[in-house]
């Protein structure tokens, strides 16, 4: 089955700087690679997901890459506010199977003012 | 996004209750609804998949007993852990894929229920 593993497991930066997680997966069937974002007490929301079809995508501040020969995919975060800090997950799976996603097992970022 | 509802959102019991969680799609119908398990400062942890009309389908090590799933319509699965223990205290999240027309079927997140038991 699919792996994923996730780093770094913790990351504090200053505010206004960029904040990068990474994530590699096992499963080169994978092709669906969504980011959640999970505030304390709260559930994940999904933030940003990129498919295998492209290499990057990007929304506003926060912007995604795949590389498929590697098989990572990466987080990026830029001007980052302290509302940023949460957990993030990244997750894989193959979009045409009914499973589940696999996920990471989660990055705490924290934005220092 | 979609919206995936979970109700309640918090719970205390005393040991050997059950306690009933509810999960709803309140935009889209759901034919799969999905329960994961969280501990603190961990992972999501997979539970089962709820299925409309038909049985649950329960991850390995999980007790299909212990924690009953029921998808009787579209929008609405629950998940009853029964006699409850202390050990059974967990945040419990539900989650549904957006099948709509036009969407490609992104998992969107109850949020989700803090159980904890006496």
């Known amino acids: 089955g699919e792996n994923v593993e996730q780093h770094p497991s913790t990351l504090s930066v200053q505010e206004g700087d960029s904040a990068v997680i990474k994530c590699t997966y096992s499963?080169?069937?994978?092709?669906?690679f969504p980011w959640y974002k999970q505030e304390l007490g709260k559930g994940p929301q999904l933030i940003i997901d990129?498919?295998?079809?492209?290499g990057e995508k990007k929304d506003q501040r926060i912007a995604v890459t795949l590389n498929k020969t590697a098989k990572h995919f990466s987080l990026h975060i830029t001007e980052t506010q302290p509302e940023d800090s949460a957990v993030y997950f990244c997750?894989?799976?193959?979009?045409?199977?009914?499973?589940?996603?696999?996920f990471g097992s989660g990055t705490q970022l924290t934005v220092l003012p | 996004g979609a919206v995936v509802s979970q109700h309640p959102s918090w719970v205390i019991c005393k040991s050997g209750t059950s306690v009933k969680i509810e999960c709803r799609s309140l935009?889209?119908?759901?034919?799969?609804m999905f329960w994961y398990r969280q501990f603190p400062k961990q992972s999501l942890m997979l539970m089962a998949t709820?299925?409309?009309?038909?049985?649950?389908?329960?991850e390995q090590g999980v007790e299909k007993d212990k924690f009953l799933i029921n998808h009787a319509s579209l929008t609405l699965s629950t998940l009853t852990v029964t006699s409850a223990h202390p050990e059974d205290s967990s945040f419990y999240i539900c989650?549904?894929?957006?099948?709509?027309?036009?969407?490609?079927?992104?998992?969107?997140f109850g949020e989700g229920s803090r159980l904890t038991v006496l």
């Open positions: 989650s549904a894929r957006d099948f709509r027309q036009g969407r490609t079927g992104e998992l969107f």
């Open positions: 499963d080169s069937a994978s092709n669906y």
């Open positions: 990129i498919r295998s079809n492209v």
């Open positions: 997750a894989a799976s193959f979009s045409g199977s009914a499973r589940q996603l696999t």
């Open positions: 935009d889209f119908q759901a034919t799969t």
């Open positions: 709820s299925n409309e009309g038909s049985k649950a389908t329960y």
